[in-house]
């Protein structure tokens, strides 16, 4: 097949124009097309006043090697790369079931890869089966009542499970893992558009029936899945894994543990420091979610074309460089989506954003974050930044009524520095409710100060950005991990052989593709260590 490069039509062209666009490119009669798939689609919307589709397009022609010849120089037009992921040569699956634990998306795709590799992973989770979390959810959201594990940070699927469900990122993977756990999703239950969108995303709903299928193509190919089930320890026998300490009784011999967790996991990473495995404080992030009318973001990027149901909601992404030496910007931005409780400890709040398939809500949200490191954890323990994130979260909890009630604030109160009484047209969408206050009572006085700074900067980026009945919500603190569990060049600790951190909680990914891919990457460690 032939690959052609940058067909520009017009958004809302008729699904013949397509066809037209390639007979034109490539200069032949219509009877030579045998057939197309499309690769990649994405909306140009630079200019409102001619927003555009952008396609790379493969298609199948009766005269492959002259049309190549012809078009040899042209740049756009090439052979179709390979893009199908090949497992690697099969190892020698002697000895113990590897466990892998954690079932977010590394954990996930470490258990999936292995059982397609003949190996028998067991794979254990801390929180509940995903129908049984989302209704420990739902009674979060509604009651107050939190479950510490079973919630938005633990249970199947991981944290992003409750999410927007975006499945960009900006890895570089040759050896094509990243259109493996695409190809994955698809085949339990993703939709097939997810393949060739610029900036796919699944949505919550989905990925609530996604991530079970997962499970039980684990199951089908003679892996185990446990839930309930906690590491607390870990059998160390000659500087080599030797076993599984499960729920603080049950014992599983193994010589193989991928610790795919999530980056909320802190009596895990407590328990690893106390075993001398080393880790390391890194930077995070920390700030608020920040909502504006969907039909409002829709206008200041789609102009008359706003609300065009061919174009869908629109997103924005956002970053300013301040003049104190920080930086804001937005992050997992959700069209027509929630801010939602997100907390995983009693006596915290944690804000997350999310959105369904439909992106049909209100609101759009997204995280506002200002960057942290080391230097501002007020200690040098390598897990500083875990007492930092709760020093501020515990900081919401109480500003905001001592009930998961978040505290709130209208982005003109907080530029003017008073505190808010009243909402004006945005209606903030996290449960079970939020308290009115000074946002500058539970967030660090730098952040405070950065993002009052970068607000106003962005408005000119994004004009109405700085709408003063925008609301915004504390805190978002778990962006990502503030650990990385170090690891070698053979994805091992360098102290416990056999021992795999992997993922966005051992501080290597962020994002569901680039933790999935990661977890991939460790599957073929593993494989390549029995061969």
Same mark, same amino acid.
């Given at each position: 097949?032939?690959?052609?490069?940058?067909?520009?039509?017009?958004?809302?062209?008729?699904?013949?124009?397509?066809?037209?666009?390639?007979?034109? =490119?490539?200069?032949?009669?219509?009877?030579?097309?045998?057939?197309?798939?499309?690769?990649?689609?994405?909306?140009?919307?630079?200019?409102?006043?001619?927003?555009?589709?952008?396609? /790379?397009?493969?298609?199948?022609?009766?005269?492959?090697?002259?049309?190549?010849?012809?078009?040899?120089?042209?740049?756009?037009?090439?052979?179709?790369?390979? /893009?199908?992921?090949?497992?690697?040569?099969?190892?020698?699956?002697?000895?113990?079931?590897?466990?892998?634990?954690?079932?977010?998306?590394?954990?996930? #795709?470490?258990?999936?890869?292995?059982?397609?590799?003949?190996?028998?992973?067991?794979?254990?989770?801390? !929180?509940?089966?995903?129908?049984?979390?989302?209704?420990?959810?739902?009674? #979060?959201?509604?009651? !107050?009542?939190?479950?510490?594990?079973?919630?938005?940070? #633990?249970?199947?699927?991981?944290?992003?499970?409750?999410?927007?469900?975006?499945?960009?990122?900006?890895?570089?993977?040759?050896?094509?893992?990243?259109?493996?756990?695409?190809?994955?999703?698809?085949?339990?239950?993703?939709?097939?558009?997810?393949?060739?969108?610029?900036?796919?995303?699944?949505?919550?709903?989905?990925?609530?029936?996604?991530?079970?299928?997962?499970?039980?193509?684990?199951?089908?190919?003679?892996?185990?899945?446990?839930?309930?089930?906690?590491?607390?320890?870990?059998?160390?026998?000659?500087?080599?894994?030797?076993?599984?300490?499960?729920?603080?009784?049950?014992?599983?011999?193994?010589?193989?543990?991928?610790?795919?967790?999530?980056?909320?996991?802190?009596?895990?990473?407590?328990?690893?420091?106390?075993?001398?495995?080393?880790?390391?404080?890194?930077?995070?992030?920390?700030?608020?979610?920040?909502?504006?009318?969907?039909?409002?973001?829709?206008?200041?990027?789609?102009?008359?074309?706003?609300?065009?149901?061919?174009?869908?909601?629109?997103?924005?992404?956002?970053?300013?460089?301040?003049?104190?030496?920080?930086?804001?910007?937005?992050?997992?931005?959700?069209?027509?989506?929630?801010?939602?409780?997100?907390?995983?400890?009693?006596?915290?709040?944690?804000?997350? !954003?999310?959105?369904?398939?439909?992106?049909?809500?209100?609101?759009?949200?997204?995280?506002?974050?200002?960057?942290?490191?080391?230097?501002?954890?007020?200690?040098?323990?390598?897990?500083?930044?875990?007492?930092?994130? =709760?020093?501020?979260?515990?900081?919401? #909890?109480?500003?905001?009524?001592?009930?998961?009630?978040?505290?709130?604030?209208?982005?003109?109160?907080?530029?003017? !520095?008073?505190?808010?009484?009243?909402?004006?047209?945005?209606?903030?969408?996290?449960?079970?409710?939020?308290?009115?206050?000074?946002?500058?009572?539970?967030?660090?006085?730098?952040?405070?100060?950065?993002?009052?700074?970068?607000?106003?900067?962005?408005?000119?980026?994004?004009?109405?950005?700085?709408?003063?009945?925008?609301?915004?919500?504390?805190?978002?603190?778990?962006?990502?991990?503030?650990?990385?569990?170090?690891?070698?060049?053979?994805?091992?600790?360098?102290?416990?052989?056999?021992?795999?951190?992997?993922?966005?909680?051992?501080?290597?990914?962020?994002?569901?593709?680039?933790?999935?891919?990661?977890?991939?990457?460790?599957?073929?460690?593993?494989?390549?260590?029995?061969?």
């Amino acid at each position: 097949m032939i690959r052609l490069r940058n067909i520009t039509l017009p958004f809302d062209h008729k699904e013949e124009a397509l066809v037209s666009s390639i007979l034109e =490119r490539l200069d032949i009669p219509e009877h030579q097309l045998l057939n197309f798939t499309i690769a990649l689609k994405s909306i140009d919307a630079r200019r409102k006043n001619n927003i555009v589709s952008v396609y /790379t397009i493969d298609v199948r022609l009766k005269n492959e090697p002259e049309l190549l010849s012809k078009f040899s120089q042209d740049i756009s037009i090439s052979p179709v790369p390979r /893009t199908n992921y090949q497992l690697p040569t099969v190892g020698n699956r002697h000895g113990w079931s590897p466990v892998v634990v954690g079932s977010g998306p590394c954990g996930l #795709f470490v258990a999936l890869t292995l059982a397609q590799l003949g190996f028998k992973p067991v794979l254990i989770e801390r !929180g509940k089966e995903v129908s049984s979390r989302v209704k420990d959810v739902q009674n #979060f959201w509604r009651n !107050g009542q939190l479950d510490p594990e079973s919630n938005v940070q #633990f249970g199947e699927g991981g944290a992003g499970t409750f999410s927007d469900g975006k499945l960009t990122t900006r890895i570089k993977d040759k050896y094509n893992r990243s259109r493996k756990v695409l190809e994955e999703f698809v085949k339990a239950g993703a939709p097939e558009e997810i393949l060739y969108q610029a900036k796919p995303h699944i949505g919550t709903d989905n990925l609530v029936k996604i991530v079970r299928n997962l499970r039980n193509t684990i199951i089908s190919l003679g892996g185990q899945v446990r839930f309930e089930t906690k590491l607390t320890g870990i059998k160390i026998k000659d500087s080599k894994v030797a076993g599984a300490i499960l729920n603080d009784s049950e014992k599983i011999e193994t010589d193989t543990i991928v610790l795919a967790l999530g980056h909320s996991a802190r009596d895990t990473f407590e328990m690893l420091a106390q075993l001398n495995i080393p880790i390391e404080a890194k930077p995070f992030s920390i700030g608020v979610r920040i909502e504006h009318p969907q039909s409002w973001i829709d206008k200041a990027q789609y102009g008359r074309f706003a609300s065009h149901p061919l174009l869908g909601p629109a997103d924005y992404k956002l970053v300013h460089h301040c003049g104190n030496g920080r930086s804001a910007y937005t992050f997992c931005m959700c069209p027509g989506g929630e801010v939602i409780a997100s907390s995983s400890e009693t006596g915290g709040i944690v804000t997350n !954003g999310m959105s369904f398939y439909h992106r049909n809500r209100p609101n759009a949200n997204s995280a506002l974050l200002v960057g942290v490191s080391p230097r501002d954890f007020g200690s040098t323990s390598p897990l500083a930044g875990i007492g930092f994130q =709760r020093k501020w979260e515990q900081k919401a #909890f109480e500003t905001g009524g001592n009930n998961y009630f978040a505290p709130v604030q209208l982005v003109g109160d907080f530029l003017a !520095g008073r505190p808010s009484n009243s909402f004006g047209q945005v209606i903030p969408s996290y449960t079970p409710g939020t308290t009115l206050c000074n946002l500058a009572e539970c967030l660090p006085g730098f952040v405070a100060e950065t993002l009052r700074l970068a607000i106003s900067q962005m408005d000119k980026k994004l004009n109405g950005f700085a709408m003063n009945d925008a609301v915004m919500t504390a805190v978002e603190s778990r962006s990502s991990s503030p650990i990385r569990i170090v690891r070698d060049e053979t994805f091992q600790s360098p102290a416990i052989k056999g021992l795999y951190p992997a993922g966005e909680g051992a501080g290597y990914a962020g994002g569901i593709i680039s933790t999935a891919v990661d977890g991939i990457k460790i599957a073929e460690a593993i494989n390549s260590k029995t061969s």
